[in-house]
């Protein structure tokens, strides 16, 4: 079942060459800027998230260092309030999401047996948005006036009146600036899975990796309204005098608690659930099977997602809710589990059925499982509510949830770049360096993030720039700065391991794990046009069957070559039935200009230049218009010659 | 799934199809804002009957409710997946489909179902005010 080379394409070689005329670029400034292929923007995302992450490990290394030794000077209080701030800001909403979203813009279409995402233009503006709100909240940083009141931003301590300052208006207009990019790429993926699936692909055949983000971007198209709301009133407060949030006038301060937990505790699973997807897609090539109980586990994605949104009051036990009402989000949060429980057993009797390949991506895996479950562990601890009463706000929240972050989405992400590596550059990386940087980043975030716990069970609060030397704090504070740098160091020989492929690797063949979706059927990496042949679906590891593979080969028919212009496939929602090509934009100005003017306008509205905003928000409205003025339509998709 | 059915009975097939799916889902988010929402927002007011219905009994139509609709959601849920099962040869990949949403229904309004119950259970336990 496992095979080493792509099908002979069906297509013949005229054919090929008129989709590369189609859907080929040839390397310019100009290509470079106004892209709309999902691989180069998917790589993107890729790479601009590994920076944000960079920049966020940076700060989180210069607070180690700090809290090396207690009564440390290197850091002013003001700093570390900025440092701790971006860390969790920049981890959560540049790093985590974005990097899952780039796996995703470079794998859906591939996965579904598609040759582009289903708006490839909406696709470039969201990465363009993310780009520039990136730099816009990091740009704070270097000025003093990155945002400090942590990542939850509660009010009244991010009101105008305790925080002055810019700050925590970076903090506002930058989330709602990203958020339109979160927004644009989930109802891309969404879109995408449920109308360009490959001819045959009904939903008991989609790829687990695709339910997952799929799941995902519905829960960001719900999740994602109420912090921008939150986020839009915070600013107006500071700004312009409202009061959403201020009592003494009518408003309320736990609404901005509510909104926030609204969207935040649903984050959590916005950040974990497509990198389980990624767990997922990872295991069946080095367990030579696919994932046992597909259908539970799908089930588990949808519960979870749905649930997701009921849970999010356990965040606020202490506001004093009637204990009635509060119960009801209890039994949610409790029930939770189960799905998530039931994906790790499915994972867990994979790996017990199968035969293992233990290579660097099952390495990241089982590493991830370990973690998450010790992350889920502690978890479980807090819903005793006199101990969370107890821990609260102490550094064992922060082991906590650096356990769920890291286990849960950090290695997930390793096994994804070690795993699709080949696919996305076309080379093999260096299995013992691999090695070496599983094993120091493994140990570097146990010996950094264990010691946690128990200086926080001794009562160390978190967000504190120094502390004066106690029983049982000095000590342990060391070790995890050590752990730190050990864990740099293995992340480090990560980029190491991609730089090396990239410069030496050796070539890529299109399947060298032996994996069961449609991207390894394809060249490593793929044409621009992803598919010389469209595949015809005929089970959940096409893969692995002969029919599927074969209809990409010889069993090849011309309206799934679409040879004669940039289209690709439009199938029914449930059952993957073909209903007609469509024709596909090419490369476009538009998305990096309109991202551009939107830069403008949330930089004039944070410096309170009001005309150039007024200005900006009139290029923005032109720009989308011009967008959407409809084009002249050629002849035959009027359906004159058809 | 031989014969074809006129309109009207595939509408209806539809939606029993999608209440199988989704039913409990739609249930629980009626139960937990209509639950959280009346309790919360009668014991703010400081009185415990709402309309002069008491407090406790709106609550617990909050919960029986929901609960019996999504009793009848795993009942469609049930019926749907013995139609879809077992898979005989050389089936419509629809059929593949209808069966998965089964199960994902199936399973999916038990777990609501076991929410719901357990917020009913906090119910003949706790005072609807108490803080
Ligand atoms: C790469 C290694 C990492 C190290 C060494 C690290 C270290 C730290 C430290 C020292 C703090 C501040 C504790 C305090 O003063 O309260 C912190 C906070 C935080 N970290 Fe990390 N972290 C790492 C990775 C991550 C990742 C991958 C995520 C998320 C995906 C993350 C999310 C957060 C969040 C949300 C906070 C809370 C910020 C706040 O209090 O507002 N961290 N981390
Ligand atoms: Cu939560």
Wanted: aromatic letters at 12%; glycine letters at 10%; proline letters at 7%.
């Amino acid at each position: 079942m496992s095979t080493t080379a792509a099908p002979v394409p069906g297509a013949s070689r005229e054919q090929l060459g008129r989709l590369e005329e189609h859907w080929g670029e040839r390397p310019s400034l100009r290509a470079w800027l106004t892209t709309v292929d999902h691989k180069k923007i998917g790589r993107r995302y890729l790479v601009t998230a590994g920076l944000f992450f960079a920049l966020a490990g940076l700060s989180a290394l210069a607070m180690r260092t700090q809290l090396a030794r207690p009564e440390s000077r290197l850091l002013s209080p003001q700093e570390y309030n900025q440092l701790f701030t971006m860390h969790g800001t920049a981890m959560i909403f540049l790093f985590a999401t974005p990097m899952l979203f780039g796996f995703g813009n470079f794998l859906v279409p591939l996965l579904i047996g598609a040759r582009d995402m289903a708006f490839p233009k909406l696709n470039a503006l969201g990465y363009w948005i993310f780009l520039f709100a990136g730099l816009f909240m990091w740009a704070s940083l270097p000025f003093g006036a990155a945002p400090n009141a942590g990542w939850f931003a509660y009010v009244p301590l991010t009101g105008q009146q305790h925080t002055p300052g810019l700050h925590m208006d970076v903090y506002s207009l930058g989330l709602l600036f990203l958020g339109i990019a979160t927004t644009a790429g989930s109802i891309n993926f969404i879109v995408t899975a449920l109308k360009l699936r490959a001819p045959g692909m009904s939903l008991n055949r989609v790829p687990l990796f695709v339910w997952a983000i799929v799941a995902t971007a519905f829960m960001v198209i719900f999740a994602l309204p109420a912090l921008n709301l939150d986020n839009a009133m915070l600013f107006l407060d500071r700004r312009f005098g409202t009061h959403f949030f201020d009592p003494a006038a009518g408003g309320n301060v736990l609404l901005w608690q509510h909104l926030f937990w609204i969207f935040g505790h649903p984050d959590v699973y916005i950040i974990v659930m497509p990198a389980l997807g990624i767990v997922s897609a990872v295991l069946p090539a080095f367990t030579r099977r696919g994932v046992v109980g597909y259908v539970l586990v799908v089930f588990a994605i949808v519960a979870i997602s749905i649930i997701s949104f009921g849970v999010w009051v356990h965040h606020m036990f202490a506001t004093g809710l009637p204990r009635l009402s509060y119960s009801f989000f209890s039994a949610a949060s409790t029930i939770i589990t189960i799905p998530s429980g039931i994906q790790i057993f499915a994972w867990l009797a994979t790996m017990l059925l199968g035969r293992l390949v233990v290579r660097v991506p099952l390495l990241f895996v089982i590493g991830f499982i370990v973690t998450f479950v010790l992350g889920g562990f502690t978890g479980t601890m807090f819903a005793l509510t006199a101990f969370d009463q107890q821990v609260t706000d102490s550094y064992f929240v922060v082991a906590h949830f650096h356990y769920v972050l890291i286990g849960g989405a950090v290695f997930p992400i390793l096994a994804a770049i070690y795993y699709w590596l080949p696919k996305i550059t076309g080379r093999m990386y260096h299995e013992g360096l691999g090695r070496w940087a599983f094993w120091l980043v493994f140990a570097g975030m146990h010996v950094t993030f264990f010691p946690m716990h128990l200086y926080g069970l001794f009562g160390m609060p978190r967000r504190v720039y120094t502390y004066p030397s106690e029983p049982g704090w000095d000590g342990w504070n060391l070790v995890s700065t050590i752990g730190s740098y050990l864990l740099a160091v293995g992340l480090l020989l990560v980029v190491v391991g991609v730089v090396h492929a990239i410069r030496r690797g050796r070539p890529a063949p299109p399947d060298p794990w032996g994996g069961d979706t449609l991207e390894w059927s394809t060249d490593s990496p793929p044409k621009s046009y992803n598919f010389p042949v469209l595949p015809q679906v005929h089970s959940l590891h096409p893969n692995w069957d002969e029919s599927s593979r074969e209809s990409m080969g010889a069993g090849a028919e011309a309206d799934r070559i679409l040879a004669d212009g940039r289209t690709t496939l439009l199938t029914s929602e449930l059952d993957g039935r073909r209903e007609r090509e469509v024709e596909m934009p090419g490369s476009s100005w538009q998305p990096l200009l309109l991202a551009l003017v939107m830069l403008l306008f949330f930089t004039a509205m944070l410096f309170a230049w009001y005309p150039v905003a007024a200005v900006a928000a009139v290029a923005v409205a032109g720009t989308v218009a011009t967008w959407l003025w409809p084009p002249r339509r050629p002849d035959r998709e009027l359906g004159v010659s058809a | 799934m031989s014969a074809h059915p006129g309109p009207r009975a595939r509408l209806a097939g539809g939606l029993l199809f999608w209440y199988a799916v989704l039913g409990g889902a739609v249930a629980w988010a009626v139960h937990l804002l209509a639950g959280w929402g009346v309790d919360e927002l009668t014991c703010a007011s400081g009185s415990d009957h709402i309309g002069g219905v008491p407090l406790r009994a709106a609550v617990g139509a909050a919960v029986a409710l929901p609960a019996l609709a999504t009793v009848g959601a795993l009942l469609a849920a049930v019926l749907l997946w013995r139609r879809t099962h077992p898979p005989s040869e050389g089936e419509d990949r629809s059929v593949g489909r209808g069966r998965l949403l089964a199960v994902v229904g199936f399973w999916s309004n038990l777990l609501f179902l076991t929410i719901i119950v357990l917020g009913g259970v906090a119910l003949l336990v706790l005072p609807p005010c108490q803080r």
